[in-house]
Structures are given as C-alpha cells and as structure tokens.
C-alpha cells in the first residue's frame, strides 16, 4: 500500500479503524515499502485522530512475531496525534501495524497520514556534511539552530494544536524539522537558546517537546498568550504555577509589576532560574516548589528530558513517558504563601500541573474568593475516584463563581465553554467580570518587531 519517499495517505483520504474489543488485537496493516539498502534512520511518522480508547502504532520485525519499535496515543477530545517511529538501517522490517491497547473495550481512529523518510543531513549544515564530506557535530549545532530561529507573531493561531507546523509545506518549516530530525537520530538533545516575545531568549532543550514546538513552528501556545497579551498591565501580579522552563514566566515579567514563579522539579528549576538571569528580569520570584492542598511534602515522577512537561504527582496522563527518577518535593498551599510573603493582589493565576489543578486551587480557595484573579488552566482529564478530576475541578470553580472559557477552533478567539467542555486549554473568570472586547474580537495585537498592527 506504501512506498518508500511517497509513502503517505492522500489529502482528504482518512482510514477510519475501529478495532476489536481484546486489548492487543490487530486492526490494519500496511505494507512498507523501504529500501532496504545500507544508509542512515528511517523515520515512520503516523499521524492519527484517536476518537475512542487507545492505539497502538508500531513497525513489525521481519519475521512478524515482535515490534521493533511501536508508541501509543489515547482519545484526546479528537485532537490529532503525531507518533513518530525510528527504524535502524538496513531497515529490514516487516508491516506496520495498528492496533488496540485500550484495556476497556474496542478503540476507534482515523489515520490521516503515514510517512516515510530518511533522516539526512538537513538543510543549512555546512557545505562539507551536506556532500558527505563529514558530518556536523554537536557543537555545531547550536549556531544551526540560531541561524534558521523564527518567532511567530503574537496573534492567534485558529485550530492550533501541538505540532500543528510538523507538516508545514514551506521551506523554512521543513528546513527547521530536518535539523530537528538529524539531531533526534543521533540523540543530540543539546541546549539551544531560542528568541521569545519581549526580544527575551530563553534555553531549553531541543529535543524537548516545548524545544520541538518553538523551534519548528516559531510557537507554543499562542492563542493563551494572545489573550495574556491582551489583558495584563503594567499593575498587575502574575503568578506561573508549574513555570517548567519559563516560557509564561518571562512572557509576564515584561508586561507586569511582578511574577511569582513555582518549580518543584530541580532540573526545570535550574533552568528556569538560568532563563531569568539570562534575561535580566526584575520583579520575578522563582520558588521550587510544588503547590498543594496541604503543606507538606510529596514524591514528584520526573520525566526524562524530551517530556519534561510531564512531570507529575500522579501518575503520567500520556502513554510513552517514562519516569527518569522520582524526586521528593515540598509542597505549599498558595494561600499560605500570599500570606507570609505579604501580597496583597494576584491578578492572573496560571496553572499547568499535570492532574494535580483541583489540589493547587483548593490551596488557594481564600485568594479565589478575596482576589478572584483570571485563571488560565490546562486542564486533563483523567479518572480520578468517583468522579474525573476534571469535573471535581469545575464544579469547585463554579463554587467560586468562575466561568469557563475556550479557544474557539475557527478564530482562535476565547467563547464561552460549552457545559461538556471538561478539558483542554482553557480561561476561566469570574462571572461579574466580563471578558475585555480586546479578546474576544480581531481587533488589535502587537507585533513584537513591527509594532501595532489592525487585523
């Protein structure tokens, strides 16, 4: 069905798979048809929407009896996945195969795309790697990276989701994903430094989801710091719960008066420390902390480095992490800590901390009551007792006279959540306070290095 350097399903083609109800039973194979001559890496890239449960994608040995290599992706409310499989050359490998891991019940997905490619000296290294004289090294890399760096514009990104960019057509993207790719072959996860809005540069690792994503695509996150953009003044007090390597925390730090900053994890820690130095910024106060219900202390899982965004207090929401080690962390209510450090306003709260939210806004409930600031909120859900997280986390919102909020898919814009809206990115507000026009309507964003401009 595939053929090697055109392997893919064409535009506007979907395989719908719905599997059988055993765990494990196989659902669709595809024939691969790779040269098998000697060469660097294939790389097989399934890009899926998994609608129900969970599959599994993965490349047979030749004899069929064992995987060489195969990855998972669960439902996420019909957002696209993107597995991506690295095959050693000579690539003598049998179908790959796409099948149902879920434990409870059939699973059902449409496959958009498979591809196959080689991972080759990319665009951009130096003339000698690029006719195989030699090859560049990893000290090389880091002047690559800098010399083929984008930033998007801030302005929302309708429909973005993470590697919304992966199969961007233009040059520059697939030039950017090459080096990526290269890098990804040898396991170069190197530091690279990247611009951020406000003419900052942050580091962070290349390999890394959040280095992907900047790197490839110019930006993360874009419709949520559209709308900070659009809502944070000179005055006000931000404060980045689970602050990982900083991206919102040095986005805030030159829009507001100050920025409380919460780390647990003492790798993304130091990091973030060293993208505050880096930057010069005044007014930030990093803390490695965790923040709870409760002040006490608490075993963290600490992902390895390509998903450091995954470090949790639960166990990982997303199949294929694995813990590096496990770290003992403290743990603070935020009440407490507005408390002893004297602040008197909190004026936007975000929060990204894998699974732990209901605890993190229970620990805070006399600053949702007294200071009710914006909140904005990843929000993941997973089963969590009688009831998801992620329902317990709405209704105690709700409590406090919050509403909800969503990137709307067509505009990128912030509408009213839908009732069944029970994960994802989301806004939330206090209801007496209306959301400001600026954010709800094209009307006016700033361009970092061009200045205002009308939509």
């Known amino acids: 069905?595939?053929?090697?350097?055109?392997?893919?399903?064409?535009?506007?083609?979907?395989?719908?798979?719905?599997?059988?109800?055993?765990?494990?039973?196989?659902?669709?194979?595809?024939?691969?048809g790779v040269d098998p001559e000697e060469g660097p890496d294939l790389a097989v890239e399934a890009r899926l929407r998994v609608l129900e449960g969970e599959i599994g994608v993965g490349v047979l040995a030749a004899d069929e009896r064992s995987f060489v290599v195969e990855a998972d992706a669960a439902a996420n409310n019909g957002l696209g996945a993107c597995l991506f499989l690295r095959l050693?050359?000579?690539?003598?490998?049998?179908?790959?195969?796409?099948?149902?891991?879920?434990?409870?019940?059939?699973?059902?997905?449409?496959?958009?795309?498979?591809?196959?490619?080689?991972?080759?000296?990319?665009?951009?290294?130096?003339?000698?790697?690029?006719?195989?004289?030699?090859?560049?090294?990893?000290?090389?890399?880091?002047?690559?990276?800098?010399?083929?760096?984008?930033?998007?514009?801030?302005?929302?990104?309708?429909?973005?989701r993470f590697d919304s960019d992966w199969n961007n057509s233009d040059f520059s993207f697939q030039t950017r994903r090459r080096l990526w790719e290269y890098c990804f072959s040898k396991g170069w996860n190197i530091a690279v430094d990247l611009p951020w809005y406000g003419g900052q540069r942050i580091e962070l690792p290349l390999l890394s989801d959040a280095g992907r994503q900047l790197f490839i695509g110019g930006c993360i996150d874009p419709n949520e710091l559209a709308f900070l953009d659009a809502i944070l003044k000179p005055e006000m007090v931000f404060a980045d719960v689970g602050a990982h390597l900083g991206l919102y925390t040095l986005?805030?730090?030159?829009?507001?008066?100050?920025?409380?900053?919460?780390?647990?994890?003492?790798?993304?820690?130091?990091?973030?420390?060293?993208?505050?130095?880096?930057?010069?910024?005044r007014g930030v106060q990093a803390l490695q902390l965790a923040l709870g219900n409760a002040d006490?202390?608490?075993?963290?899982?600490?992902?390895?480095?390509?998903?450091?965004?995954?470090?949790?207090?639960?166990?990982?929401?997303?199949?294929?992490?694995?813990?590096?080690?496990?770290?003992?962390v403290e743990v603070r209510r935020l009440d407490r800590l507005v408390e002893e450090h004297n602040l008197r306003r909190i004026d936007v709260l975000k929060v990204d901390v894998e699974r732990s939210e209901p605890e993190v806004f229970q620990g805070a409930s006399e600053i949702l009551h007294s200071m009710q600031p914006w909140l904005v909120l990843e929000v993941t859900d997973t089963p969590g007792g009688q009831k998801t997280r992620s329902l317990a986390l709405f209704e105690l919102l709700h409590g406090f006279g919050y509403v909800f909020y969503a990137f709307d898919l067509r505009s990128g814009l912030l509408v009213e959540a839908p009732p069944n809206h029970r994960a994802g990115n989301l806004v939330a507000g206090p209801s007496r306070r209306p959301l400001p026009e600026d954010v709800m309507t094209p009307h006016r964003y700033y361009f970092e290095n061009s200045g205002d401009a009308e939509l």
């Open 1 to 32: 069905m595939l053929a090697y350097s055109q392997a893919h399903i064409e535009h506007g083609a979907k395989l719908v798979i719905t599997t059988a109800s055993e765990r494990w039973s196989y659902a669709a194979s595809l024939r691969l």
């Open 88 to 160: 050693p050359c000579p690539p003598v490998v049998g179908p790959l195969i796409v099948r149902n891991v879920s434990a409870s019940g059939p699973s059902k997905a449409v496959l958009e795309a498979v591809s196959i490619c080689r991972l080759p000296a990319p665009s951009g290294l130096p003339e000698s790697a690029a006719r195989g004289a030699s090859e560049p090294t990893p000290d090389e890399v880091p002047g690559l990276v800098r010399s083929l760096e984008y930033l998007r514009p801030l302005v929302p990104y309708p429909g973005w």
């Open 296 to 328: 006490t202390m608490a075993e963290m899982r600490i992902a390895n480095s390509i998903h450091s965004g995954q470090n949790t207090l639960h166990s990982f929401s997303h199949e294929g992490v694995v813990a590096e080690r496990v770290e003992t």
């Open 251 to 281: 986005f805030a730090a030159r829009r507001t008066a100050a920025v409380c900053a919460f780390e647990p994890s003492s790798r993304e820690y130091a990091c973030l420390q060293r993208n505050i130095e880096r930057n010069k910024l």
